[in-house]
């Protein structure tokens, strides 16, 4: 981000300061279009249109659900992470395998369902493809950066909630360096969303409850996340999360760290990321809170039509538009996620996501120890699907609901939206 543009928001930021029940097993949404706003419309066009910065991976990605539970957790020290030799990451491989089909490409990035030639087991396969790229330019220094970082990473974790990494490759004849991960069958969230608009609030936190998990794990090995987004957590068969895309996660040398790198979606982005000010587990906290939000209302807190008002949205904004539906819990949760001052945000103390556990909304809903062995009922479940086959069901329902809020728009009136929605006043970032 320019200067230019951090001064800016500064200055905005200163001037506005101044004036115990059970999940059920299937949830059931019911899905109404008089509350589609044109906004929302926008915003949707808007996430599915634009390139974002980390590679769009594993968007769509049909096929067989492998769950593998684990018990344990492996753990690293950062000098060990560091000191592993990039051609041990990427070695030169003969590894023989079948392309399926593409699942999702970016401008130099792209996934792939295939099927090895030798145990005709079925993965993804997440390929960088740098032919053009010279690694001496300031773009092609941070793409292998970011390559390296995330391959080193995917080698040392290991968690329920963290996509399972198999292997890593060169492939010298195309300029490609691959990773080869597990094949989970599901959709993200984001599709999730597409499908129903917005989740009940027993589901959202079920996944919320899981996310917890996740960071937690990943905080406990001073890892910042940075890429928490409805895009970027799978759902698999048995209706549990998994994240993906490490490409923007780091390692930080100990707790007392932190970093100032801008990276990651507008949508998403934390106020402290935006102004240039270090940071470290804060960010992970804010995008779930982001997360929450979208899931409970189907928009970003903080979306405008224009990216620059997004992040000037992200800095000023003092309140929230709630659906009706959402409970006084969910409002205060997010609204504590949301603070724009770090060391009042909610995980950011010496409990990280202790404190989060702590929290009535996750306290009256879930049952931790359950949830973490994968024995809750998940609140959907998603059918078995032909890895071959092309027109798969995501597919048939994007364009369902494409032509769903081209004929919504057209038939919306002000006072649809307005009785949908009203303005908490009270749900400000005040203490």
Known sequence: MSIKLVTMLTMITESENKKNVML??????KITSSAISLDEVQYRMRRRKYSLTSPRIFESSPGYCQTTVISGSKRFNFQQLYSIDLDTLFPSSNEKYDIIR????????????????VNNQIYLLKRYELKNVSPKSSLGENIYKRMHEERRLLGALQSNYILTFISSFTEYDQDCYAIKFEYVTGVTLFHLLRRFR???????????????LALEYLHELNIIYRNLKSETILIGLNGYIKLCDFGFATVLPNRESKTSTILGVPDYMPPEMLIGQPYSFSVDWWQLGVILFELLTSMTPFFAREMFKTHVKTICLNRFEWPNR???????????????EVSKRLGC?????SELKRNLWFQNNIEWTTLFDQQYPAPYKLKSLDPTNNATILNSIESRRLEEYETTVQELTREDFDNNYTQDNKDQFED
């Open 102 to 117: 593409k699942l999702s490409s970016g401008a130099y990035c792209s996934s792939y369902s295939i099927r090895d030639s």
């Open 349 to 353: 103390t010496l409990s990280d996501a």
């Open 326 to 340: 959402v409970s006084g819990m969910a409002r205060q949760i997010v609204k504590n996620l949301l603070n724009k």
């Open 24 to 29: 059920p097993k299937t949830t059931v949404v």
């Open 198 to 212: 917005w989740l009940e609030e027993k589901a959202v936190c079920f996944y919320g409850a899981q996310i917890v």
